[in-house]
DNA sequence: CTGAAAGCGCTTACAG
DNA sequence: CTGAAAGCGCTTACAG
């Protein structure tokens, strides 16, 4: 079954709907549609239409006001076929009124200017022809698109998914769209998806992909579409962020793993090109610094990216160059089931051997073997905090704070013991 | 920090344009932009219309070759301030030809129609101005606003994210954007939404969400949007389909089970109004009953959703009717999960007490405790595959399948121990 | 090869 | 309270 819609890009379908279902053979002969599809958009024209003569589909759509001056009907053959959908100007015909008249009974902010008897006409009308808006016209007119854009790295990584959601809820609330894209921390994609969302007319954007002092910010900025950064800090002050305390959340792992008795801690950090690399492993130094007084040694191999596989490449590596580590703060929850992963493969047991602390607590974390200790990020509130200042950007309202950092907050759970209890058990691992 | 961009919504902003930075006392003294703001867009807009008079903003705009015969200028005066966007009239000034030309050399199927050098001086003006192509505008006129939406239940369920980021892939690949919305499940959100992505002209709609014969099926064939099911079997001829064969994934489940030994099997189920819920239930009384006259008895319990909450109820509900039961097929991974948490909180071990089977093999599955034994369903094919159809129905191409299953393939890992090992360990779970 | 014009479907200032 | 017209920024058939 062929399920086309747009089959009669070059057959005679002006010609096809001037006949009846009965007396269209060229229409049904032209092969280009099934009968199915046929009876379908048949059926629905006609009833759209009902008020319309059927006769020359062109001549039809011509007889819309500008025709009646000119008498040369332009012909647009090639123009792919409009979807048939209702128009204003079909609305109007039914109601037998001006557009403008049916533009204002359909407007809320402007049916005050309309009389009530005028209103329920046009309002009738539009609901037996199913009239539907084009956003895209009304678009180009009022320059207000209502659209936004959300780029994220990936959405195969659970952290962005809550964020995207909060987004759209927030967006959807006052009637806009939102339109994702993905860029897997390619700076190219990233950079072809703003411009196309730009094209595209988005009124606003939330990025989450935003580099240390990324180029990105200047198309924007010079495009004049609002931006917010969400998760990462772009460390640009033409653009509001909304984002975790990353240094913070890092001082809380260490100094959940000290009070234990750890020493000997090193942090898996994920790429540093992107602030919540670079600042969490900042956090992690500044805290074990901080705690050197006590004997605390840091110890650091970072993954090429924030994924479960580079997490267990790093991990191998860690154990090869730093035996005598004992507890792990990964820079975030896939570096940390990565390390899990790997410690498991090789044997060596969490928390007995080896102490892990995640970051993010995404989904399923507490579910993990074992129960991940791991610093939660508010994803949900990040989307829902980037949207509202996107909003106040976009109606040209001013912002109280351009800069938010939301606190993290330890959730203690099974991957992390004492130093005490890992001596006590079978605390060394394997040897290799 | 005022980080507004569209400050001047009732400022008098053509005025302000007039004057340079340094004698513009209206413009700041408005205090509808902050300083940094001015300055950021008045540099913007010099360096764009260098060409331009930099006299009466309206003025300029109305030099437009419509002007060139009218002599009354219409004011605009309420309309919201374009992001001050180069238009393609912008580029045509520059490059001292018509637009007609420039949108031709821009566009590389009609850029055979226009000389080299035409071409070049086009391309450096259209660089040289930031010319960037208004894609609403374009969409109105060709009838193509090169967009699709996807619907889904909720983006924080992790079996959604895979299947919009491969949708959001394919249709990037043909120079297309995605917009997305979540239901809840609730069909007037649904309603809501479709309603919505239809005014804003989608080519084509993915849809995650029908349930069984879903009304909204007849919306979208109504206003002629090609739509395709994803996930979920709307059961209507019109609409393609693209889903896991869920019958299936139960039958390996239950005999994965049966050959363990396992007799009384349960299966909490999930809602029976969508088809995953309901296909899934089928099949696991189907597969029990073949199972029959090896002694199989199944029974069953439902959740209202697809949640952990609801796995957890459910389990508690189903231990309570059914206290001998030795394993659980669950509708979902979420389920499953819920069962696990449910059983880890009443000390029940799984799999030596009870074992549980879930079925996506979501993300972390492998890690969870215990690793869970699960039916995959491969997430990012189901968007591919209907992303493909999508692209065939917009082109108008035949489409060869409209109702593809995807095969389930059965990973078994640690949520199952044969009945014999349950035996021979403390297979009873402590008295209630 | 290039220009001039029409029109996609709306909204809104201006008249009446 | 309603109508007539203009224009948002493009694309494309038609002339030349």
Redesign the pocket.
């Known amino acids: 079954m062929n399920f086309s819609t747009r089959p009669s890009l070059s057959a005679p379908r002006s010609h096809a709907f001037c006949c009846t279902a009965m007396q269209c053979p060229a229409f049904v002969y032209s092969k280009l549609m099934s009968m199915h599809t046929f009876v379908k958009i048949f059926c629905t024209r006609v009833r759209h239409r009902a008020t319309w003569p059927l006769c020359n589909d062109r001549l039809v759509?011509?007889t819309?006001?500008?025709?009646a001056?000119?008498t040369?009907?332009?012909?647009?053959?090639?123009?792919p076929e409009?979807a048939n959908?209702?128009?204003?100007?079909d609305v109007a015909r039914c109601a037998g009124?001006?557009?403008?008249?049916v533009?204002?009974g359909?407007?809320p902010?402007?049916r005050?200017?309309?009389?009530?008897?005028?209103i329920e006409r046009v309002e009738t009308c539009a609901k037996q022809l199913g009239?539907?808006?084009?956003a895209m016209?009304?678009a180009?007119?009022?320059?207000r698109s209502r659209t936004v854009g959300v780029i994220v790295s990936n959405l195969g990584d659970p952290v962005h998914p809550p964020i995207v959601r909060a987004i759209e809820d927030r967006f959807a609330e006052i009637g806009y769209v939102t339109i994702v894209g993905n860029t897997d921390n390619h700076p190219g994609r990233q950079a072809a998806l703003i411009e196309r969302f730009i094209q595209q007319g988005v009124e606003g954007l939330i990025v989450a992909t935003f580099e240390r002092n990324d180029p990105g910010i200047a198309v924007c900025v010079e495009a004049n579409i609002p931006v917010v950064a969400v998760f990462r800090d772009p460390e640009s002050e033409f653009v509001p962020s909304v984002r975790i305390d990353d240094a913070k959340a890092m001082e809380l792992a260490v100094h959940h793993l000290a009070e234990r008795g750890h020493r000997k801690i090193a942090h898996i950090g994920g790429p540093q090109n992107v602030s919540t690399g670079y600042h969490r492993y900042r956090g992690f130094r500044r805290a074990c610094k901080a705690l050197a007084n006590q004997g605390v040694e840091p110890s650091a191999v970072f993954g090429e990216a924030f994924t479960v596989e580079e997490g267990q490449f790093a991990c191998e590596r860690l154990l090869a160059d730093h035996n005598d580590i004992t507890a792990i703060v990964a820079g975030n929850d896939m570096l940390a089931v990565g390390c899990l992963r790997f410690l498991r493969s090789k044997g060596i047991d969490c928390p007995n051997a080896i102490s892990v602390v995640g970051m993010n607590d995404m989904l399923f974390m507490e579910d993990i073997a074992p129960a991940l200790t791991t610093v939660r990020t508010p994803t949900a509130d990040l989307g829902t905090q980037a949207s509202c200042i996107l909003v106040s950007m976009i109606q040209g309202l001013p912002i109280s704070n351009d800069r938010i950092l939301l606190k993290p907050e330890l959730m203690v759970r099974d991957s992390v013991t004492s130093v005490d209890a890992q001596q006590s058990t079978k605390r060394r691992r394997p040897a290799k």
């Open positions: 759509r011509g819309r006001d500008a025709m001056k000119k040369k009907t332009t012909s647009n053959a090639t123009l409009r959908r209702t128009t204003i100007v009124v001006h557009w403008s008249t533009s204002r359909l407007n902010e402007k005050h200017l309309i009389s009530p008897e005028m009239y539907r808006a084009n016209a009304s180009l007119r009022t320059q």
